[in-house]
């Protein structure tokens, strides 16, 4: 099982929006996935066609992750797949849940997530994390069950200093004992065609991070917000535009479940950041 958070440290660069476009691909690609909403917002839990008020949330997993009767109750499928638990699941988001987004929390705290998705372990191939958008407890905790971390960022100048101080964030939490975490990269969201702005930004941030920008870099496209408007997976979602945007997150996807193949390995060459480099193929 892949645990995989999708982070930022900035609002508004379309985190939720990288979150359902890698569960649209891996429903697409039939991935027994799970989706954790995280943010206390529980946008994907509202894209993913979930109700945003069900009996059983993420808070109350955090308030007793060991119990697998919460935990079995907070499971339940997406709305993209109407009844059939286990194809694309779903542990919704809760506003509950900013109670555990305390800027320090102890280590116990930190790993009950970890806790909890350890019992379902057998059950799922893919877990897509959606993380809030700032560095407190909910986003560690996430982190500390996560084997990767992708941070979504924009070609802007304060979204690149954002994914500079998520990468330094991920490394630190390493040290201190998630040994298993390691980014998956950087995914650059919202880029515009012809812009000079954009252009130089990403430059820049291939500059900064190497071959942690991962590619390809995701279109700014109506259609994705039509397709979550909808609380449709933009697989789904008819025309041409939708079918290259379903195609750079199966990239992306794709990307990611390689990475399983390399996780745990040790002594890789340190990015310009500090953070390890992911192996390229």
């Known amino acids: ?24 691909a891996a429903y697409n690609r039939g991935i027994p996935t799970l989706v954790v909403d995280m943010d206390p917002q529980a946008d994907s839990s509202t894209g ?26 907070a499971i339940i499928p997406s709305g993209w797949v109407g009844d059939r638990l286990g194809h694309l699941d779903v542990i919704s988001g809760s506003p509950r849940a900013a109670e555990f987004d305390r800027p320090s929390l102890s280590e116990r705290y930190l790993r009950r997530l970890e806790d909890a998705l350890t019992r379902i372990a057998k059950g799922y191939r893919l877990v897509l994390i959606d993380c809030p958008p700032s560095l407190n407890g909910l986003t560690r905790t996430a982190w500390t069950a996560s084997n990767r971390v992708a941070v979504v960022t924009e070609p802007s100048l304060f979204s690149v200093a954002a994914a500079d101080r ?38 820049e941030m291939r500059e900064m991070f190497g071959p942690l920008v991962l590619n390809p870099p995701l279109a700014e496209r109506a259609v994705m917000q039509q397709a979550q408007g909808s609380a449709r997976p933009i697989h789904s979602w008819p025309g041409k535009p939708a079918e290259e945007v379903a195609g750079s997150f199966d990239a992306l996807l794709e990307r990611a479940l390689r990475s399983e193949n390399i996780r745990g390995r040790r002594g890789a060459a340190p990015a310009k950041n500090g953070a390890q480099q992911p192996e390229q193929k």
């Not at 099982?1 to 649209?24: D, E, H, P, R, W």
């Open 1 to 24: 099982m892949l645990v995989l958070s999708i982070s930022s440290l900035k609002g508004g660069v379309g985190k939720t929006s990288v979150t359902l476009g890698l569960a649209s």
């Open 48 to 73: 993913l066609d979930v109700p945003t008020s069900t009996r059983v949330d993420i808070a109350d997993v955090l308030a007793a992750p060991k119990s697998q009767k919460i935990l079995s109750e």
């Open 166 to 203: 998520a990468l330094r964030a991920t490394d630190e939490l390493r040290q201190r004992g998630a040994s298993d975490l390691q980014p998956l990269g950087l995914v650059v969201n919202r880029v515009r065609a012809g812009s000079t702005e954009h252009d130089y930004r990403i430059q």
